[in-house]
């Protein structure tokens, strides 16, 4: 059975910090490219960070570089997110997902996601 699994959302005050997990199983982790997303009621989905399979590469959206930190440990089979500095404007339900073929979205892996809150 193909799982994610996140974990680590909560609540924190502005500049806090908080890091996500996400643990996958039931597929072949390596093989996979990892995204994190993040989805309010305003703004919709909007891809945070994205990794590759090797985790030789990561490219993050401008509103979190420089902030935001995107890891991965194969041997265990989990992503991290670790966030810096967090504002109000980070509230949202996070989600990893995971790519093997960007051409087959439809064939992703997603996680149930994990609430962030970040109060002022």
């Known amino acids: 059975q193909v799982q994610l699994v996140e974990s680590g959302g909560g609540s924190v005050q502005t500049g806090g910090s908080l890091t996500l997990s996400c643990k996958g199983s039931?597929?072949?982790?390596?093989?996979?490219?990892m995204k994190w997303h993040r989805q309010t009621p305003g703004k919709g989905r909007e891809l945070v960070a994205h990794?590759?399979?090797?985790?030789?590469?990561?490219d993050y959206a401008d509103f979190v570089k420089g902030r935001f930190t995107m890891s991965r440990n194969n041997m265990e089979n989990t992503v991290y997110l670790q966030m810096n500095n967090l504002t109000p404007d980070d509230t949202a339900v996070y989600y990893c997902?995971?790519?093997?073929?960007?051409?087959?979205?439809?064939?992703?892996?997603w996680g149930q996601g994990t609430q962030v809150i970040v109060s002022s």
């Open positions: 039931g597929f072949t982790f390596s093989a996979y490219s």
């Open positions: 990794m590759t399979s090797a985790g030789s590469g990561v």
């Open positions: 997902n995971a790519q093997l073929n960007p051409k087959m979205p439809i064939a992703d892996h």
